[in-house]
């Protein structure tokens, strides 16, 4: 089978789109026919070997996957041969830019059926970080108010509609180009952060404040300003610290996001239900995954980008 690997880290050159043994299930396992992975900058990080992920080289990236079952290990028994899938697998364990992976059942859910297959494999990171944000890390019930720094991204398109659905008041910086998909997705207030002071703009304090932005620390630890006393703030960005107050009982939380099949399946009935919009940007073939590692290493990648395993016919529900 072909698949796109690095036997070593490094720039985006170390990886080699390849011919490589086709993998077999083993107990509780399942064989998946990729229909596409999703390109995530933890991708671009493990590949540079600066994200601290215990992967066993060669690897193969692209942890978010969507496909069929193909054949099932032993003591699979929720799943069947032919059944479409969608899974986040673990970061450790080669993924899914290859035409098959072997993933954990546990791993696994029913892939949505209103959108193309392929397309489905942008969903579960992207929606679960933003799902552990809100109300894992930061416990948002209905009635309270969030603000969402840095809304314009694909998780934060994700948090605003989840947020509006659990009935909280959504509050959400964007840039000009990013405004009205921001509205769009059910944000109570947009704010531009590129000509206004977000600690004049938002006039009543929130309860929990969800940062999706590389912030200037300094000016991350003034926006604590904005949380009520005993609120929290939450930050996705890892590399930077995630203020809190301790004098006011304001938590800090950073997230860095877990596996939960439970709460994907839930986010997979969101898409098929209308509540939850699907966001696909850009659909590339499997051979074309080093080019696109490299627009990463030289800048940010926006939206969400599937990378098909085979041709552009495997996009499409059988």
Known sequence: MKAVRFHQVGGPEVLQHEEVE????????????????????????????????????????????????????????DLAAGDPVVGFLPMERDGGAAEFVVAPAQALVAAPASVPLADAAGLPSVALTAWQALFD????????????????????????ALAKRAGVHVVATASPRS?????????????????????????????????????????????????????TVVSTTAFIPTPGDESRGVSARTVFVKPNRERLAELVSLVD??????????????????????????????????????????????
């Open 137 to 160: 890390e930061g416990g948002l019930t209905a009635g309270q108010r969030v603000l969402i720094v840095g809304a314009g991204g694909v998780v934060g398109k994700y948090a605003i």
């Open 273 to 318: 239900s209308g509540a939850l919009t699907l966001e696909v940007t850009r659909r590339i073939p499997l051979a074309e995954l080093p080019a696109l590692h490299a627009e990463a290493a030289a800048g940010r990648i926006p939206g969400k980008v599937v990378v098909l395993a085979g041709d552009a016919s495997t996009a499409e529900r059988s």
């Open 179 to 231: 405004a009205d998909a921001v509205r769009a997705a059910g944000a109570d207030e947009v704010v531009d952060r590129t000509t206004t002071d977000l600690l004049e703009a938002v006039a009543e304090q929130v309860d929990v404040l969800v940062n999706l932005a590389p912030l200037d620390p300094e000016e991350f630890t003034a926006l604590v300003a904005l949380v009520r006393d005993g609120g």
């Open 22 to 77: 086709q993998p077999v299930p083993g107990p509780g396992e399942v064989l998946v026919r990729v229909a596409a992975s999703a390109f995530n900058a933890a991708d671009n990080g493990m590949r540079a070997g600066f994200l601290p992920i215990p992967v066993v080289l060669p690897h193969v990236p692209g942890y978010d996957v969507s496909g069929t079952v193909e054949a099932l290990g032993e003591g699979v028994d």
